[in-house]
Nanobody
Framework: QVQLVESGGGLVQSGGSLRLSCAAS????????MSWYRQAPGKEREFVAS????????NYADSVKGRFTISRDNAKSTVYLQMNSLKPEDTAVYYC????????WGQGTQVTVSS
């Protein structure tokens, strides 16, 4: 079955960096675009970044452009989110998503940025 397992979250000070990973299994990873989303307490889940199946095209939310970088390693079936210059408002649970018809999501990883 499809599994998406996020890791790499944690507590970091404002201005710091974290690298999230999402390990995928149960499907042909290189055939699907992938995305990262986040959900802060009391807020709706929001789009963060996406990457095409071959990694050529990427898109970012305006709030993270220039600070976050999405990438993928199809040989390892893993998508990454490098987060730099973190701000307290980046605090959220971060989820990866397979951009397919069945809409699979991981369980999320908590990122907390202290001021």
């Amino acid at each position: 079955q499809v599994q998406l397992v996020e890791s790499g979250g944690g507590l970091v000070q404002s201005g710091g960096s974290l690298r999230l990973s999402c390990a995928a299994s149960g499907f042909i990873f290189s055939s699907y675009a992938m995305s990262w989303y986040r959900q802060a307490p009391g807020k709706e889940r929001e789009f963060v970044a996406s990457i095409s199946f071959a990694g050529v095209n990427t898109n970012y939310a305006d709030s993270v452009k220039g600070r976050f970088t999405i990438s993928r390693d199809n040989a390892k079936s893993t998508v990454y989110l490098q987060m730099n210059s973190l701000k307290p408002e980046d605090t959220a649970v971060y989820y990866c998503r397979q951009n397919g018809r069945m809409d699979y999501w991981g369980q999320g990883t908590q990122v907390t940025v202290s001021s």
